[in-house]
């Protein structure tokens, strides 16, 4: 399936990628256009949006799109729910310390959107990030 998202990848346009990608579509293939192409691309297109304004898999009450699409997808694995935690606390400015963990994830997207601007290769990168992460988190909820 083709899944649409906004360009300049950062912490949630990386996360739910990776998400998609590892417990809801192995076969994911994404498209990156300006925030102004999303609904005309994904009607084009067929593809399902997210991270995007307006859209189902969008932010919604205070919830980031990762979080969104956890639900929507009826994910519920704990590792998963504390890396939820983790995104949504870098992902959102204003909650950017509920998580401890937070600031350190924020800091390496912003990084790597500044060493690979190319959002194809961003998201191949920090894909191993999010795989490391996830372990610890794993292990975190384990304890």
Known sequence: MLWITRSHVHVDRV?????ILRFIDSDAEFLFVPK??????????GGIPFDA???ELGHHGGKCSFETIIEKYGLEEPGLLRLAKIVHAADIAEDLHADPVAPGLEAIA???SL???DDAE???????????????CRL????
């Open 122 to 136: 961003n998201l191949d990168a920090q894909f191993i990030v999010y795989d490391a992460l996830y372990a610890w």
């Open 140 to 143: 975190d909820v384990a304890k």
């Open 110 to 112: 912003s990084g790597f």
């Open 36 to 45: 102004s192409q999303i609904d005309k691309v994904a009607k084009e297109t």
């Open 53 to 55: 304004p307006g859209v």
């Open 115 to 117: 060493i690979l601007p």
């Open 15 to 19: 996360a739910c990628p990776w998400l």
